[in-house]
């Protein structure tokens, strides 16, 4: 039974970082004994609370299993604390959707090749697009003189930006953007700006 003794868990929270997702709260602080703590699931089409593979945990932390890997997939979830045969409230989340409020980080650059008028700038997604999606890169660069930002938009990895000054520093910053059939699409963080200077044709 719940007792009122035990204080439930507080800043229960699903924190999503390129789809890799966990449930966090804030430990529960009692004069004496161990506080365990379990989670349940349940997805918005079957209304019935199932175990994670969080029973009895002392984590204040519980990992998605691979069972909802499901980007689209309405969850919910709930954690208690128990401390021998007494458990406190259960404190349930919002409901979450991976699809929709995950962050996306930024891509990796992996190397940048100058000429005198373009830099060659190839990249890795933060993650693999799922079944029905795509992946978007909004590119924004300047010349490092200048506050006057340019944009381009790309699917591919592997782009050019063209129409450079030779011998001028021009800086860059690329977001994903994660494209799908249903939804309004999630844009993801910007990458810290990256600068190289043009060669001298």
């Given at each position: ?37 379990t989670v349940h699931f349940k997805t918005g089409a079957f ?14 932390e519980c990992r998605f299993p691979m069972s909802l890997k ?55 997604p933060p993650f693999g697009p799922g079944t029905g999606e ?68």
């Open positions: 039974e719940s007792s009122p003794h035990l204080p439930a868990p507080k800043d229960v929270m699903v924190h999503s970082y390129n789809f890799r997702s966990l449930l966090r709260w804030s430990p529960v602080k009692v004069d004496r004994g161990l506080v365990l703590y209304n019935q609370w199932d175990e994670m593979n969080c029973t009895r945990i002392t984590q204040t499901q980007r689209r997939w309405t969850v919910f979830l709930r954690v208690r604390a128990e401390l021998g045969q007494v458990t406190s409230d259960w404190v349930e989340t919002d409901p979450f959707v991976a699809e929709r409020n995950t962050t996306i980080g930024p891509p990796k650059v992996n190397n940048v090749t100058v000429s005198s008028d373009s830099l060659l700038i190839r990249v890795t795509s992946l978007q890169y909004h590119v924004s660069y300047w010349e490092n003189a200048s506050t006057t930002k340019k944009e381009t938009t790309t699917k591919n990895t592997l782009f050019k930006i063209g129409n450079l000054k030779e011998a001028t520093l021009y800086c860059f910053r690329i977001q994903v953007e994660l494209m799908t059939y249903l939804d309004p699409q999630l844009l993801g963080l910007q990458s810290v700006p990256e600068c190289y200077r043009t060669k001298i044709s």
